[in-house]
């Protein structure tokens, strides 16, 4: 690995966390890295220092605490997850876009593509399990899968700032990981559409 990309890792890893977080609890991410710039455990890129103002930190906490609940509830979740296609891709893209503000117009784009895709990755492969959790008749799946939700995703914003190129690498298995699920998905709902129809 070059010297200039060991160099780059902690950005890299900081956008990637932001993009793969905000595919599974946006406001948490917003909060708690908000929270890591106030009070000094992080300093983070100059275009990303506002996530630390009073304001946003308090509009994130409160939505956060909003998503918590809304999460844990079977079918609301659902329902929740579906508007946040709208919210959670292009605020990832844009988190990701933000860490790389100085470096250029063209390294800003190509970061929101970037992130833009790995959150789009991170959300459906989110709603597509929790979809999945609401089908089964037992309560007690979607509560579990939440609470692991709520627990990655600080862990994960932890390994990013600990060990950049660990974290990076685990996105890059996750990566690989969602692009298999999909193929063995799409397999399924051609094999699903092509079985005849009982007369």
């Known amino acids: 690995m070059s010297a200039q990309m060991l160099e780059l890792a902690p950005e890299l890893a900081l956008a990637a966390a932001l993009a793969w977080g905000a595919g599974i609890r946006l406001y ?24 630390g103002h009073p304001l946003v930190l308090g509009t994130a906490a409160f939505m956060a605490v909003v998503e918590l609940f809304a999460d844990k509830l079977p079918l609301l979740d659902s329902v929740w997850d579906a508007l946040h296609t709208f919210i959670r891709i292009p605020a990832g893209a844009a988190l990701a876009a933000s860490v790389f503000g100085d470096a250029g117009a063209a390294t800003a784009i190509a970061a929101a593509l970037l992130g833009g895709s790995l959150t789009a990755t991170t959300h459906f492969a989110k709603s597509g399990t929790r979809a999945a959790a609401n089908a089964s008749p037992e309560p007690f799946s979607n509560f579990l899968l939440s609470s692991i939700e709520d627990l990655l995703v600080p862990f994960g914003l932890w390994l990013a700032a600990a060990w950049p190129l660990v974290f990076l690498a685990l996105i890059l298995i996750f990566v690989l990981a969602a692009a298999l699920a999909l193929r063995m998905l799409l397999r399924g709902l051609r094999r699903l559409l092509r079985r005849p129809q009982a007369p």
Not at 28 to 51: C, K, N, S
């Open 28 to 51: 948490a991410v917003v909060f708690l890295l908000g929270l890591a710039q106030m009070l000094g455990w992080w300093q983070l890129p100059e275009h990303l220092q506002v996530l």
